[in-house]
T-cell receptor, first 117, second 112 residues
Framework: GAVVSQHPSWVICKSGTSVKIECRSL??????MFWYRQFPKQSLMLMAT?????????EQGVEKDKFLINHASLTLSTLTVTSAHPEDSSFYIC?????????????FGSGTRLTVV | DAKTTQPPSMDCAEGRAANLPCNHS???????VYWYRQIHSQGPQYIIH???NNETNEMASLIITEDRKSSTLILPHATLRDTAVYYC?????????????FGKGTTLSVSS
């Protein structure tokens, strides 16, 4: 089945630095990928929709200048958390729609645990 | 988008069937019902999906009522590894480019 690889699986960074998270579709092309954030004991919250070759669409309340999304190819989307602060510490997850569209389901990465100290 | 109602938590004994209900009374005619689960600190895992017919795969069975207003996910022989949060999610009405929106899900606890 469709596989989405997310890297790194965890990262610790200092306040004020930037962190890049990669999301790759390994065996299919994904024109659209999605980024979620999950705080402890809460559900996944959609942050943005990443579109290959165009600007990402951000959900209300998500700062586009802080969470930079780049989807430069059909198999790679990146999320960069800029000037990270402790409140950005969270579990970040990406997903992509499988090659069969709605009938295929969505595939999720394994997530990235970000800790800002 | 359709809204869903799931019980916040359920318990199940190992080896028994786990039946997880979901109410999606406002689901649109062209929306699939997807079920995902999330084991602690992992990404969501696809389980099964259906439109209006009952479905079965190696992981689970999905029973959708005739009026499509509710569904039940059945894990026929629950194991400890099935302990997770289970999400019932009607698919977006668009065919592509729209994300899955997660509710609070049901936390299933399987015990020996």
């Amino acid at each position: 089945g469709a596989v989405v690889s997310q890297h790194p699986s965890w990262v610790i960074c200092k306040s004020g630095t930037s962190v890049k998270i990669e999301c790759r579709s390994l065996d299919f092309q994904a024109t659209t990928m999605f980024w979620y954030r999950q705080f402890p004991k809460q559900s996944l919250m959609l942050m943005a929709t990443s579109n290959e070759g165009s600007k990402a669409t951000y959900e209300q309340g998500v700062e586009k200048d802080k969470f930079l999304i780049n989807h430069a190819s059909l198999t790679l989307s990146t999320l960069t958390v800029t000037s990270a602060h402790p409140e950005d510490s969270s579990f970040y997850i990406c997903s992509a729609l499988g090659p069969g569209g709605n009938s295929d389901g969505y595939t999720f990465g394994s997530g990235t645990r970000l800790t800002v100290v | 988008d359709a809204k869903t109602t799931q019980p916040p938590s359920m318990d199940c004994a190992e080896g028994r069937a786990a039946n997880l209900p979901c109410n999606h009374s406002t689901i649109s005619g062209n929306e699939y019902v997807y079920w995902y689960r999330q084991i602690h600190s992992q990404g969501p895992q696809y389980i099964i999906h259906g439109l209006k017919n009952n479905e079965t795969n190696e992981m689970a069975s999905l029973i959708i009522t005739e009026d499509r207003k509710s569904s039940t996910l059945i894990l026929p022989h629950a194991t400890l590894r099935d302990t997770a949060v289970y999400y019932c999610i009607p698919s977006p009405p668009n065919q592509a480019g729209t994300a899955l929106i997660f509710g609070k899900g049901t936390t299933l606890s399987v015990s020996s």
